[in-house]
């Protein structure tokens, strides 16, 4: 008898694949269906990755027999099957565990993939024998002028709530009610066009030219040379075209800002995949975007697995953003998936940036991408001129130097807003005695608390401690205790006391916890007049508030002396962001960084050359070590309760990479994290560095089932990070 054997991709940590036997011959089993199997004494749902037939009875006896089919259809389509298959080799991560970041919760868990419906309503019959009220004639005529019929919530949105009035024509026959699918609104207002420029035109027709070719491209533009005008034209050439675009930006509070231009502009089905989104949304998005029902696809990091049938281009916002790398589970790079997914659709990729990342610059090097520039602002808007103040002048301590306190003042006084970075939550990062030297650290972790004080408690931000914010020195009583460093609150706090005129408005994860508590800051600053706007790094990226003239960075040296490889291309990328934030209206802008190194020779390149020169600088020092964009880098991370666990199994495994007598692979470590303890864990590292990629993944599948098997997987947590950000 012929037995079919049905390899299952389950969500569950191992490194193993899992075969059942189907439970029935009717069935034409193929690759992505769900299926309901018993695992343990569990039942888990999995995904069909593979089908084999076999005569040979032994190889299926000890075989468990599938519960049921979920679908009678795959759930997508092989691409994305494939896609995936590319992230668990790539990644060196667990099949199943790779459905988990790739598919919607609620289809991975079995639930419905039908696209759900709403209550639409349509004219059936005349109101001719009927004298209508105001409510029901507003309906008649609305009807009338959309035959095709319109959604509920429509009619509600144009003249409010009415049911009654609708239940009253449905009583006459005059209207009848319909289900159909749920779908994004279309604006079907008139959108205004904006003529491009000769730079931006020159961007859309070199992509345009390419349309139905794998084509990547780095659109590198200044802030606010339109780079998002030029993402629109192609967009809407795209739609018009019968294709579908996936849009990608970054994690930040602000989607809105980005999906309402394009909502304004384009006539088009768009549908927005954001950590906002209920569960529910985002498996009517999803299914929305499969069915070919939906033209653009604009998410943050995991909108790249949104699958596409009639995909066409791919836009990468803002494609030196950290957000795209997820840290934990499976590691991916959005930006690097959504290559593999232009490639292997046969479409163009844009990304674009005002300051790209040095992984896109070396590709340009390498004649891998095309390169378009924007070089001035669209608005014809001057970028403001950086000016450094020495951080050791005077009135140093409260964070805010005399220069800058009297820029402030001149900038307030003209009724404009001021935006200040400090990238640090909090009042103070130090809590200190100064009779016995006692700081206040964290139990848990290798780190100092975190003084908050309107919350009156002491916070660990690595771990997420609190206590009650002591007053006395907890080692020998006295009562004076001394805070040092500053924070977004402390700075909140003494603008408030020079300014007491002047709003003051702090913009961190503290203040913005409560639901749309983002939005409501995004909105008062847009109500222009005077304001002070304190945050972190939250506020760098892509807003455009017209009314800020100065913007000021106030602890720059952090990013100075990081042990972090790529500290220093973030700060630059940071800074040249910041300073795209002032003067983006009429009004002139201008730039203040603080820092105890104004002679260094990172603001002299960055500040007299810009970031190409800059950029083009840490390149070659990155050359010269071998690390990326050049090098292949992988790190091991692993984490124990026992102090020495963590690096006795990194010794193990470094002992297996050993055994292989190869030399392009360097292993280095293993080595205790720089902040060993975390969490109440400690943790260590070993990196492998490799000049080419292959023989770096090849040491890596060759070992890793003999890593999965060492006794100590059991009591340490361990794994693998593939293109590492940074190895803190
Ligand atoms: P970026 O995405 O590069 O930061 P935007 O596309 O947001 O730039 O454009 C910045 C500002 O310039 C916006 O207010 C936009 O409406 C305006 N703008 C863009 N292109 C043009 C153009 N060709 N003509 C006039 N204004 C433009
Ligand atoms: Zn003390
Ligand atoms: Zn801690």
Redesign the pocket.
Known sequence: MKLTILQIALPCPLRLSFDYLSNNSEITWQTGMRVKVPFGNRELIGIIVNIQQTHEENKTSKLKTIIEAIDQQPIFEADLLSLTQWLSDYYHHPIGDCFQTVLPKKIRLGGSAELETETYWQLSGDKNEFKLGKKQQQLFTLLKDHPEGISQKVIYQHIGQCRTSLLGLEDKKIIRSVQNIKQPLISHDAVQH????QE?QLAVDSVWKKKSLFSPFLLQ?V???????VYMQLAENMVNAGKQILILIPEIGLTTQFVDRFKRRLNARIVVLNSAISDGERTQSWLLAKAGLADIVIGTRSAVFTPLPNLGLIIIDEEHDASYKQQDGLRYHARNVALIRAQRANVPIVMGSATPSLESLYNVEQQRYQVLT?NQR??GANIPKIKLIDSRGPMANSGISTVLYHAIKTQLAADNQVLLFINRRGFAPVLMCHDCGWQATCSHCDARMIVHQRRNILCCHHCGLIQRLVEQCPTCKAGDLKTYGAGTEQIEHTLQAYFPETPVLRIDRDSTQKVNAFAEIVDDIRQGGAKILVGTQMLAKGH?FHDVTLVGVLDADQGLFSADFRATESLAQLIIQVTGRAGRGDKKGEVFIQTSQPQHEFWQDLIKHGYAFTAQKILAERKMMAMPPTGSLCVIRAEAQDEPLAMQFLSEVSGLFHQASQQDVIIMGPVPAIMEKRAGRYRAQLLLLSQQRKPLHQLLDHFMPSISSLKLTRKVRWSIDIDPLDLL
């Open positions: 904006c003529q491009l420029n931006q533009g802030t606010g040379s339109g780079k998002t005008e924007l669209a608005t455009d």
